[in-house]
């Protein structure tokens, strides 16, 4: 199957997500093609399947990642495709933390008008050692707040591994079922 992977991130690690999610793509037989959506990336129609993923920042997806999915939205609902959000409330625990990140994706999908087959949740990372004075203090308060890492002299990966492997996994499943 010729699979395409899209994201979109500020940080990076939606990108770290995304390549991870081609190694094991590739693995299985796979070929993929993974892009950046801010970087002029290839229409779906040459693909059987696509991932979408994109990271949340003040409540918002990345412009680029909701760009491409209203330009190719006709394609993208043709096709099997997920998408997967990245944030680092999901690391959090809290239900509401939680249920506003969910109101967030739900949202971006109808705004969109895109019906993936399914969605998911990543927990992000705190990039503490990348950020700028600033951003670093407001990150540590609010991580501070939520019970989470205040050392800013490393930077913490939430990332669930294993949940992405199953996602993909499931995605590989369901998208071959497809006609």
């Not at 129609?45 to 760009?67: N, V």
């Not at 950020?131 to 308060?141: A, C, E, N, T």
């Not at 930077?155 to 669930?160: A, I, K, L, P, R």
């Amino acid at each position: 199957m010729k699979i395409l992977i899209l994201y979109g991130t500020t940080e990076g690690q939606t990108r770290k997500i995304a390549h991870f999610m081609e190694a094991i793509l590739q693995n299985a037989g796979h070929h993929v093609t993974i892009a950046d959506t801010a970087t002029n990336p290839p229409a779906p129609t040459a693909y059987d399947a696509i991932l979408i993923g994109s990271s949340i920042h003040m409540h918002k997806y990345q412009s680029a990642a909701k760009h491409y999915i209203k330009k190719h939205l006709d394609e993208l609902n043709n096709m099997p495709g997920a998408f997967f959000s990245v944030s680092l409330a999901v690391a959090s625990g809290l239900a509401e933390e939680n249920l506003g990140v969910q109101k967030i994706t739900n949202d971006f999908l109808e705004q969109t008008g895109w019906k993936p087959m399914m969605v998911t949740q990543i927990a992000g990372a705190l990039k503490y050692t990348e950020y700028d004075y600033f951003k670093r203090l407001v990150m540590k308060m609010i991580s501070k707040k939520e019970g989470g890492a205040t050392d800013t002299s490393q930077d913490y990966e939430y990332t669930d591994w294993e949940e992405v492997t199953k996602f993909v996994n499931e995605f590989l499943e369901r998208a071959s079922q497809k006609p």
